[in-house]
């Protein structure tokens, strides 16, 4: 058999563009694709800079760049007109060298599909299992006439998406994916708030990850954070790690800190319900709100919950507190922080 036969399983963006690349490379290409035809659903689709270098070693992205339009500003409001998150095109090109270009998603699908070569991709043909051998592996695959064949080639790549019969095939142990719930922000939104020195943490206790609703009186972030022994283990207990509950606390400061315009302090908590501890290095919610102002500072009730709504914790009334010079020091801690991790 020649070594360099390729099976692609799937003709969406994944496998067209897999199959663009390996026919780039030398390889003879055939891709499975169980609608009957290529047609390509949805409407806009937005093209970061990774994903457009990757085009443009794939040898598509001038024709792809040619169909789309760079994205200004733009961003996600919830029903009530509150913004969730805002983007600013000039802001990513400028700060980070980044521009994301924006296109229907049939013109990019379009342009995959001509640079594969569309009789290369065998339409209404379902993959229905995959057999590895040593040096190669066998599709099985059902066509719509209803005939079954099967094909061996020395590489089979699995690009059918989501709920992949590859990967069910291969790695039946993987399971079906699973819907958590939650619209993922995981990443750079939330550790901002730790670069721009809103908080004054360093890297063991930076558990917000990322800021899901953002108004004047509430912030909901998403977080997760390795539970760090710090001080030999002190002050931990069943229920309570102090590194955790910690983040607690940062996620109710931060909400202080954006009403106040100032860095602010925790400094006194009113009560607390522990129903379950924060869970070690898994995603986690903290809600801060009823935020309510004090002399020098706010009090804020925070509520930690798991990715299925469920309560793990209650704190009420934390206060915090804020003094003329806190940014600054908050800011010198960062700098501080950023000498000691380069
Ligand atoms: C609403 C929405 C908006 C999105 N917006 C963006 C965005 O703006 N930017 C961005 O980068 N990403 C976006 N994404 C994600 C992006 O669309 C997907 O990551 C991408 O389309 C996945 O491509 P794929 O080729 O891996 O899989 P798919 O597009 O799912 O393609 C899989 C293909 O395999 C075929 N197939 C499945 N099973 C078999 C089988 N057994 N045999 C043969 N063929 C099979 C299917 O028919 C399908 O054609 C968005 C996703 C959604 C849902």
């Keep these: 058999m020649n070594e360099r036969t390729a099976?692609?399983?799937?003709?969406?963006?994944?496998?067209?563009?897999a199959a663009v690349g390996l026919r780039a490379a030398g390889w003879d290409v055939t891709v499975f694709e169980q609608?009957?035809?290529i047609r390509a659903t949805g409407?806009?689709?937005?093209?970061w800079s990774n994903g457009l270098r990757a085009l443009d070693l794939l040898g598509a992205g001038e024709s792809i760049r040619a169909h789309g339009t760079v994205q200004g500003n733009?961003?996600?409001?919830?029903?009530?007109g509150h913004w969730l998150s805002r983007s600013s095109g000039r802001r990513l090109r400028v700060e980070n060298d980044l521009s994301v270009?924006?296109?229907?998603?049939?013109?990019?699908?379009?342009?995959l599909l001509a640079a594969v070569r569309p009789d290369l991709v065998r339409t209404g043909a379902t993959v229905v299992d995959v057999a590895q051998g040593k040096s190669s592996a066998t599709v099985s695959y059902r066509t719509d006439h209803e005939n079954e064949g099967v094909l061996t080639a020395a590489l089979v790549v699995g690009a059918d998406g989501i709920r992949s019969r590859v990967r069910g095939s291969v790695l039946p142990e993987a399971g079906a994916p699973r819907y958590a719930g939650w619209t993922p922000t995981?990443?750079?939104?939330?550790?901002?708030?730790?670069?721009d020195a809103d908080l004054f943490h360093g890297p063991l206790l930076q558990g917000l990850r990322g800021v899901v609703v953002r108004e004047p009186a509430r912030l909901v972030a998403q977080c997760r954070l390795t539970d760090t022994p710090l001080g030999g283990g002190g002050w931990a207990a069943g229920l309570h790690s102090p590194v955790l509950g910690d983040v607690v606390l940062q996620v109710a400061s931060v909400l202080g800190v954006w009403h106040l315009g100032a860095g602010c302090l925790p400094?006194?908590?009113g009560s607390v319900e522990l129903f379950a501890p924060i869970p070690d290095g898994s995603p986690f919610r903290v809600t801060a709100e009823d935020l309510r102002p004090t002399a020098g500072g706010v009090t804020v009730s925070a509520t930690v919950t798991d990715p299925r709504g469920r309560v793990l914790q209650r704190w009420r009334d934390v206060g915090a507190v804020s003094t003329p010079d806190m940014s600054e020091r908050?800011?010198?801690?960062?700098?501080r922080w950023n000498g000691a991790t380069r």
């Excluded at 099976?7 to 563009?17: F, P, Q, R, S, T």
């Excluded at 409407?43 to 093209?47: E, Y």
């Excluded at 733009?74 to 009530?80: D, H, L, V, Y």
């Excluded at 908050?330 to 700098?335: D, I, K, N, P």
């Design 7 to 17: 099976i692609i399983v799937g003709a969406g963006i994944g496998g067209l563009a």
């Design 35 to 37: 609608a009957p035809e």
């Design 43 to 47: 409407a806009g689709i937005s093209l």
């Design 74 to 80: 733009g961003g996600i409001r919830t029903s009530a």
């Design 101 to 111: 270009l924006v296109l229907h998603r049939a013109e990019l699908h379009e342009c």
């Design 186 to 195: 995981d990443g750079d939104d939330g550790l901002r708030i730790y670069r």
């Design 267 to 269: 400094l006194s908590v």
């Design 330 to 335: 908050f800011a010198e801690a960062v700098r």
